[in-house]
């Protein structure tokens, strides 16, 4: 990141919620399965809560105040989603009420996600991208 998007990621930072300090504890480091996530990253013109780059998924965590924004909130998922991610939202409550269960969750959504560029399929191979002589 940089300029204007590391400002804007700082700010994000200082004023996360209790639900984002929570998650991110258990997201951080590699704590929940072993997948690396990112907090405030930065796609397209937007910045995710938490992004998992490897399986290109990106979780939100809405509060209170979401609910008068479920329009805009919308438009985001489907720019995000057209980009490649795909988007998953829990509300604050739910992940400081019941915590393991969003966690499970989760970890759900990775092991099922399509990875990004998969191998080829068994008995395929790819094609041979090495000039020939």
Same mark, same amino acid.
């Given at each position: 990141?940089?300029?204007?998007?590391?400002?804007?990621?700082?700010?994000?930072?200082?004023?996360?919620?209790?639900?984002?300090?929570?998650?991110?504890? +258990?997201?951080?480091? #590699?704590?929940?399965?072993?997948?690396?996530?990112?907090?405030? +990253?930065?796609?397209?013109?937007?910045?995710?809560?938490?992004?998992?780059?490897?399986? #290109?998924? !990106?979780?939100?965590?809405?509060?209170?105040? +979401? !609910?008068?924004?479920?329009?805009?909130?919308?438009? #985001?998922?489907?720019?995000?989603?057209?980009? /490649?991610?795909?988007?998953? #939202?829990?509300?604050?409550?739910?992940?400081?009420?019941?915590?393991?269960? !969003?966690?499970?969750?989760? !970890?759900?959504?990775?092991?099922?996600?399509?990875?990004?560029?998969?191998?080829?399929?068994? /008995?395929?191979?790819?094609?041979? +991208?090495?000039?020939?002589?």
């Amino acid at each position: 990141m940089r300029g204007d998007a590391t400002l804007r990621a700082r700010d994000l930072w200082r004023r996360e919620t209790d639900a984002e300090r929570l998650l991110w504890r +258990h997201l951080r480091n #590699r704590h929940l399965g072993g997948w690396k996530f990112r907090r405030q +990253h930065p796609i397209g013109r937007f910045f995710a809560d938490f992004a998992c780059a490897e399986r #290109r998924l !990106v979780i939100e965590l809405d509060g209170g105040q +979401h !609910v008068a924004r479920a329009n805009a909130d919308g438009r #985001r998922t489907r720019a995000l989603e057209e980009l /490649g991610w795909k988007v998953i #939202r829990y509300w604050d409550d739910d992940v400081l009420m019941r915590t393991n269960r !969003v966690l499970e969750d989760i !970890v759900l959504w990775l092991e099922r996600a399509p990875h990004p560029d998969p191998l080829p399929a068994r /008995g395929e191979r790819e094609p041979d +991208h090495r000039q020939r002589r």
